[in-house]
């Protein structure tokens, strides 16, 4: 009650995800594997999309995946469709998906051999987000690098924004 009567006065829902952090210690290292021989996995399987009522303290599992990953979950302007990056079980990558706000209409925007985490909605109706695409590690760490990437709402003229040599973060 205390938390909801400051800067989340009014807000009657969240939207969150629940999934195990990976062992390497590096801040960068939360996606993908090592490019090593070992190919060791930054992340644990299991994650869920979940919808927190503040108020009733009723938790609604919108996706649940054991053997998968969910992160970086964001609301769109409406407050109707929710943008994440998620590791389907059986996949090695993270790749952009939308799913409303009551867990229907579950859509894979992004594909590919590629991470794709960290995704926001612009204004216009558009996604950023960051990539591993640009094909480059970390230089002193066996990981990937992710840098600045836009498309449309659809996943559809994917365009690269940033050309770094270090990780872009949470755009």
């Not at 209409?105 to 640009?134: A, H, K, N, Y």
Request: glycine fraction near 10%.
């Amino acid at each position: 009650a205390e938390f909801r009567k400051g800067p989340m006065a009014g807000v009657e829902e969240i939207v969150f995800a629940v999934r195990k952090l990976g062992d390497d210690p590096h801040w960068y290292a939360n996606f993908g594997t090592t490019l090593d021989h070992s190919r060791w996995p930054t992340y644990h399987d299991g994650a869920r999309l979940c919808r927190l009522n503040l108020a009733t303290g009723k938790l609604t599992v919108l996706l649940d995946d054991a053997r998968g990953g969910i992160r970086d979950p964001q609301l769109d302007y409406e407050g109707r469709r929710i943008l994440f990056s998620y590791r389907k079980d059986g996949s090695a990558n993270y790749h952009l998906y939308r799913i409303g706000v009551n867990g229907d209409g579950l859509v894979q925007l992004t594909d590919g051999p590629f991470d794709d985490v960290e995704p926001i909605w612009l204004p216009d109706g558009d996604i950023m987000f960051v990539s591993t695409r640009c094909n480059r590690c970390v230089n002193c760490h066996t990981t990937r690098v992710a840098v600045l990437y836009r498309c449309t709402a659809e996943g559809k003229d994917l365009r690269i924004l940033s050309s770094n040599n270090e990780h872009d973060n949470t755009p």
